[in-house]
């Protein structure tokens, strides 16, 4: 790991200011990608800004506003203390179920709210600094492209970089339509819708989000739905735990008698952002709740698929496991 | 000494300090089935005995004595960008001088001796390291000592009490929870952090229905299996490791999935050769 000067901060408007003098500096949260990174020489910041200490840890029901009886985190609540939180538990399953579905324990008792929004892709050239990268190091080329890309996208990629996100806790929150509120270098406070938080890639891969230079998240928020009896976070991976998803879907249904009020059909593993299934959800709604709707709909999500050369098997297990997340979530959300 | 022939690798303070240990716990020992001979005599490399010593939690007093071998006063005023940080470790407070990027795994196996959380992957994936913080389960390759100021951090040299194995330690010994051992301080400390978890009504991935509310939680095996595997185990001692954490959860005995050879199975054995 290359030297760096590790600094405290008392406060975000502390942190911004380091951000905003030191291009090179990073934020340091649970660390739990940041200094795996560092080690592998991916990262290699000059100075680290602590702010896991800061007071951003509450996760709480939204009283006043617009947002009244919604749920919001803070930036650095641990993953474990939001996954099992009453309020999450009871009122958003769907978020307790993504986030259990990432990691481990130990993992998940480090990593931060915004640590999971800013993780890296796993993508192995990114991470192997032998490999041409464009996000790690633009203009290098996409090691990935032409090489194993089992992993990689089947939405919205480019030639530039065919990476995905990997974080499951997005792909819940994207289908809840979560808000960003990030405080900038003036201590300004923005809301950023959660689908237009992170980006495609384009001919920017080195660019994973649309935070600017010393923007710092400081919570997460989601509406007031009424979706916790029916949701559920499907992740399907290579063994049964403690791995990355190959894909999966967040579902949620609202319904009325066997019709479909609201539908939410969210996917990871398929893309450079958590990849919202609009036309799967505008299809369905109106429609009655049963599998030979789900399956119309999930062939409908796969239209756009363009897979690469080792991914093909990911539109067929795209299509099951949308039509299986729907059903689950029919079923209450058990398991 | 009969047993002494054991060990003939071994130094003469190294025998005294096994020798020392195995005196005083013979009735730990034997409250889990294996009297004393019988241990030895399955502990008969110096690497087994080793090893049984460390998971009984002796590593400290080893660590006392290289202390002293290797000289405790490095010389720190060199150190880039050196910061000084003060935590608890096994109870008891510590302050380091260390370089930033050093890990916490790194600062409690290279400066604190204490060489019983290991380094299996160093980025996370395997478990190896996990300690306990302030009353939580994490890795301490992935954390910073930097960042430790005025946590709690215990560590597997920390969870005996005056001489007495932790319960999660006796299960992993009667149920052989272990093979080389490596993973093994991780697994106790996962193991042990788990328990609490449960206790407090904490769900997993596995949970059939989060929505209910029921503190403390049986777990099935399936929650068990599913709650430690953030804990890699290269030999695959996993149907032990679940049997030793069902039986201290449950708080009922679970019958071991293997047995000694005893003098009869031994001629069984020989008879059907
Ligand atoms: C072995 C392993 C397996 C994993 N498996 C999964 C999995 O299955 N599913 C999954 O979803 N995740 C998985 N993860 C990833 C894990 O969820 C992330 O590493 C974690 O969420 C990151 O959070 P952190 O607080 O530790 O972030 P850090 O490592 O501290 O930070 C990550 C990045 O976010 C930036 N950052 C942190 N906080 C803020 C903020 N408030 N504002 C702006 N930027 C910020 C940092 O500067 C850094 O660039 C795994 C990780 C490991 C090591
Ligand atoms: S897919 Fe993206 S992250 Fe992976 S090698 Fe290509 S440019 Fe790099
Ligand atoms: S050494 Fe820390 S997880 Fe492997
Ligand atoms: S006992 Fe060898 S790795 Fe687990």
Redesign the pocket.
Known sequence: MRPFKYSGTGSVNAASQILAVNPNA???????????LMKEDV?RPDELVD?SRLN?TSVKMISGGVNTGGLSIG??DK?TDTANHPLVRQNFPLLTQAIL????AQ?RN???T???L???TRCPYFYDIAMPCNKRQPGTGCGAFEGVNRNHAIFGWSENCIAVH????CIALVALDAIVKVQGIDGTVRNIPFSGYHRLPGDMPQKDNN?NPG????AIEIPKNNFAGKSYYLKVRDRAS????LLSVAAALETEGNKIKQVRIAMGGVAHKPWRATEAENFLSGKIADEKNFKEAADTAMLMAKPLEHNQFKVELGKRAIVRALMQAMNGGRI | MQEESLFPDLTNDEKKLIEDFLSEDVNELSDFGAKRREFLKQVSTVAGAMFAYQLMGGQEVFAHSFNQTTGDEINHANIENGITVAFKVNGLQKTLEVDPRMTLLDALREKLLLTGSKKGCD???CGACTVIADGRRILSC?TLTATCEGKSIVTIEGISKNGQLHPVQAAFIKHDGFQCGYCTPGQICSAIALMNEAKNGEVSFVTADVRVKARPLQLSDEEIRERMSGNICRCGAYPNIIAAIREVHSGKNVAELWKFAGENNQTQFKSSV
């Open positions: 990073k934020l340091l949260a649970g660390g739990t990608n940041l200094l795996d990262e702010i951003l930036a650095l993953n579905a990432g990691a481990s993992i480090m990593a931060t915004g640590g999971n800013n993780q890296r990997p974080s499951d806790m935070l923007e710092i998240v400081i403690y791995a990355f998803a | 980025h996370g994936q992935l």
